[in-house]
């Protein structure tokens, strides 16, 4: 039985500002309607033999995982979530011990949740090469055909030849890092070198057993980690002291480097790890002047540029060879060439302890999602959304009290001892220390204006008392 393992943990602050760590680019609609994790999660749909996944995540990231899984008929098998992040031998190595609860021969396929592969037929095919090999007990990754001298990628040095149909498929002889270009231009030219993928394929124990070979405090630790597991409605919340004390270190260099039995397929599939704005404007459709236009974005003159605009209409005149991106708060203009730099500004944007590093305007909740709309010292507008059958925790303010104004929708309203049923233009006033509670009881969603005002307006002065989502 094959189980993917879907790494979901990142937090993509190259493609800021649309991607931050509360709302990272995995969970994002990037290169078509569908987000990059439910790619990765539907691009084995071709493939036999093939159980629900096991999704390694973020524990702040878990109701928007679990709701994207669920809109494409997903249903994991098991959603782990990382306390902390310790790259990604440790949290493969919880995806293994989880996996032989189900399966004892399990195979593992990993899968990083935020890739994007334009032929996943080309995937499945290099699966099935590598099937039997992993059944005979070897580690096995994808190496990704180089179509330039890439300078941001590691590489993988192919060996001698195992297999020549229906795929070719090498033994390893080694993992090098990131080159200069006069070196990436050698590897491209040789033949010899691929580029490092970040996908594995192995057996669950087999790679466990090397993992204890080479890393046992990593096997110790989350072996523990999962011993003092809780489960949480849907989701694996892991023991986070015992999963803390892993050392953080890939794969690659766990085990990958140092086992003799590593196999590589190469695989042409329109691979990219979107890393960068200029790897979306590599990979999307482009217009007669080789730009990529996502949204509402009108140009005069301009050329091989990416614009992408989410809240407004996004206009440029004359430019060339650059990266614009509009958000509700923040907008990116920067040089294709120096995509890469635009962590700067978002360590910039954190020293300064500034929202816009890490939240987006609109913030996904496991009931819905709300998003800021205006503030000042002491108010601040939401437009709420709440989900049919969904409810906000019953809670209060120590510093705010809040108006609602109901625009669509049917709203059933806890507000101290009173319950109130409000309608579309109808609203009502939550004093400052009041308990209260908002649902929609309606198969609509329901939709209102928040107020806040206070001296007060953080996310942190909420005091809940009941909580569906276990919060």
């Keep these: 039985m094959i189980i993917p393992v879907l ?3 990142g937090s993509g602050t190259r493609l800021w500002p649309l991607s931050r760590s509360v709302h990272p680019k995995q969970l994002l609609p990037l290169t078509d309607q569908k987000t990059m994790l439910q790619q990765t999660a539907l691009r084995l749909s071709g493939l036999d033999g093939v159980a629900a996944p096991i999704v390694v995540c973020n524990e ?7 709701e994207q899984l669920r809109q494409i008929d997903q249903q994991p098998s098991a959603i782990l979530l990382e306390p902390v992040g310790r790259n990604t031998a440790p949290a493969v190595a919880l995806a293994a011990l989880q996996a032989l609860k189900v399966d004892t021969k399990a195979t593992l396929l990993v899968l990083p949740a935020d890739h994007s592969i334009a032929h996943p037929e080309a995937l499945c095919d290099a699966i099935k090469a590598l099937s039997d090999h992993v059944e005979q007990g070897m580690l096995a990754t994808f ?3 180089p179509t330039c001298p890439e300078t941001g990628y590691g590489y993988i040095q192919k060996g001698t030849s ?6 070719p498929v090498f033994t390893i002889n080694s993992f090098v890092e990131k080159p200069d270009l006069p070196t990436a231009q050698d590897y491209v030219d040789s033949g010899d070198y691929y580029w490092n993928s970040g996908m594995f394929m192995f057996q669950a124990a087999r790679y466990l057993e090397e993992l204890e070979r080479f890393e046992p405090e990593i096997v110790t630790c989350c072996h523990k980690a999962l011993r003092a597991a809780q489960k949480d409605l849907d989701f694996v919340r892991v023991g986070a002291e015992a999963f803390a004390d892993c050392t953080s ?4 260099y766990a085990v990958m480097e140092k086992v003799s039995d590593a196999i590589v397929v190469p695989l042409d599939a329109g691979w990219n790890d979107v890393g960068s704005w200029s790897s979306l404007w590599e990979i999307g459709d482009k217009d007669h002047h080789n730009n990529v236009i996502r949204g509402d974005v009108l140009t005069h003159d301009v050329s091989n540029s990416y614009l ?3 809240s407004r209409l996004l206009s440029a005149v004359g430019v060339d060879n650059l990266i614009i991106v509009e958000t509700s708060d923040a907008i990116l203009v920067a040089h294709r060439d120096r995509a890469q730099e635009i962590k700067q500004i978002v360590q910039q944007l954190t020293s300064l302890g500034r929202a816009e590093a890490d939240t987006p305007q609109k913030v996904a909740r496991p009931w819905g999602w709300y998003e800021s709309i205006d503030h000042a010292d002491r108010f601040q507008v939401k437009h709420i959304t709440v989900k049919p059958g969904a ?7 120590h510093h705010r009290a809040e108006h609602w104004v109901i625009v669509k929708g049917t709203a059933k309203i806890t507000r101290g001892d009173e319950v109130l049923t409000l309608t579309e233009n109808q609203s009502t006033y939550i004093p400052l220390g009041t308990r209260h509670r908002l649902e929609n009881p309606g198969k609509i969603p329901l939709e209102l204006i928040e107020i806040q005002s206070g001296s007060y307006l953080g996310e942190d002065d909420i005091v809940r008392f009941e909580d569906n989502y276990g919060r």
Excluded: C, N, Y
């Design 308 to 310: 992408h605009g989410t």
């Design 249 to 252: 270190i890939s794969i690659d």
């Design 391 to 397: 409810s906000l925790s019953l809670q209060m303010h």
């Design 143 to 145: 190496g990704i055909v």
């Design 60 to 66: 702040e990231h878990r109701f928007m995982v679990a």
């Design 7 to 9: 790494l979901s943990g």
């Design 162 to 167: 195992i297999q020549t149909s229906p795929l």
